[in-house]
């Protein structure tokens, strides 16, 4: 069975400084995917980045990207620059192969606070 | 280019009532993925529809708890006979496409339901 681990429930961090919130995961399957989803006050779910298990790069969108250990099983988050606006929920998910199910699992979260 | 649409935003029913919950998906999606989120929680995946087909209700509780995605219109999450414990939001989530393992979802705003 999948398993995402959260190890961090709350992060304080100083406006414009990097942000890194932890995600490992368990899994047998040899293909599967990671994701980082956000989730302000206000209720929605919103989606950053995705790095695919035989991706061979770390993915990278914006001031977003994944510290993808494979040997780890880790999947970090970085926020370079943190804004305000950047504090919220992060969820870590991961995708199934397919033929199984396909809903994704999801971590407890880490609450960020960044702090002017 | 219109979002996954949920409705209502907010939902209060009484015990022993009816909580029907709407998806439309985002333009070109075909596949429908319904969770549930109780407070301080990640999401927990219930069900994966494709229009007219269940494809996994392997995370849907066993009674009172039903999904469809018929051929028009949005998809429904019906909710028989409430309890306190219904008491969560749900969240919808739609993609283009089936892969192995690159299986972007998009959320919608999520419905929060009540029950009194």
């Known amino acids: 069975a999948q398993k995402i681990t959260q190890t961090q429930p709350g992060m304080f961090v100083q406006e414009k400084e990097a942000v890194t919130l932890d995600c490992t995961y368990d899994?047998?399957?040899?293909?599967?995917?990671l994701f980082w989803y956000k989730q302000p006050s206000s209720g929605e779910m919103i989606f950053l980045i995705y790095?695919?298990?035989?991706?061979?790069q770390n993915a990278t969108e914006g001031r977003y990207s994944l510290n993808f250990q494979k040997a780890r099983k880790s999947a970090n988050l970085v926020i370079s620059a943190s804004q305000l606006g950047d504090s919220a929920m992060y969820f870590c998910?991961?995708?199934?192969?397919?033929?199984?199910?396909?809903?994704?699992?999801f971590g407890k979260g880490t609450h960020l606070i960044i702090q002017p | 280019n219109a979002g996954v649409m949920q409705n209502p935003r907010h939902l209060v029913r009484r015990r022993g009532q009816e909580a029907r919950l709407r998806c439309s998906p985002m333009?070109?999606?075909?596949?429908v993925y319904w969770y549930r989120q109780l407070p301080e929680e990640g999401l927990k995946f219930m069900v994966y529809?494709?229009?007219?087909?269940?494809?996994?209700e392997s995370g849907m509780p066993k009674e009172r708890f039903s999904a469809e995605f018929p051929k028009e219109g949005p998809s429904i999450l019906r909710i028989q006979q409430v309890v306190r414990g219904d008491s969560a939001a749900y969240f919808c989530?739609?993609?283009?496409?089936?892969?192995?393992?690159?299986?972007?979802?998009?959320f919608g705003a999520g419905t929060r339901l009540s029950v009194l």
């Open positions: 989530a739609s993609s283009p496409q089936r892969t192995l393992a690159k299986n972007i979802q998009y």
């Open positions: 899994t047998s399957d040899p293909s599967y995917g």
């Open positions: 790095q695919g298990s035989y991706d061979q």
């Open positions: 998910a991961m995708s199934h192969s397919g033929g199984g199910a396909d809903g994704l699992t």
């Open positions: 333009k070109g999606h075909s596949h």
């Open positions: 529809l494709q229009k007219e087909n269940i494809i996994d």
